[in-house]
């Protein structure tokens, strides 16, 4: 038998299906339908979902045996740059939200949150509004 190795779970994997979860349990209107995904759609800009959450992992730096610093991103993206109100009042909940992530449940790789940069307006070509945010998370490891 192979020497037991520690991995970090798929951690876009596990936010995109915490915060489908998290934004469907707000009563909020503006949380309702939202898409929550871990890239940007693949087809064209007009036919994407009228509220997006993209949820992306940056790569995680070991600190201890088993635990380490998972720096996220986190981009909304609704209404327009013109009328932002949807898109700014969605990332504030999602930010909101960011620290209900770490719980004791072992299925749970956030131990902590530990730093949270933004939310912040980006401006781009296209009309859609885009509200971008940062998140630096203590994970754990588990041995496999």
Not at 4 to 23: G, N, V
Not at 35 to 59: F, H, Q, T
Request: glycine share 4%.
């Amino acid at each position: 038998m192979p020497d037991p190795i520690l991995i970090h779970d798929d951690l876009e994997l596990y936010l995109t299906a915490r915060f489908r979860s998290l934004l469907a349990s707000r009563p909020e209107p503006v949380c309702s339908e939202v898409e929550v995904d871990r890239v940007e759609p693949d087809r064209p800009y007009e036919d994407w979902p009228a509220k997006l959450l993209v949820v992306r992992d940056d790569g995680t730096t070991d600190d201890e045996l088993h635990v380490g610093q998972a720096s996220i991103g986190l981009t909304v993206l609704a209404g327009t740059k013109r009328s932002p109100k949807v898109a700014k009042d969605l990332a504030l909940i999602v930010r909101a939200l960011i620290p209900l992530l770490p719980s004791p449940d072992p299925s749970n790789p956030i131990a902590a949150v530990l730093s949270v940069n933004g939310p912040y307006m980006v401006d781009e070509a296209p009309a859609r509004a885009r509200v971008y945010m940062t998140a630096t998370l203590a994970v754990v490891a588990r041995a496999v």
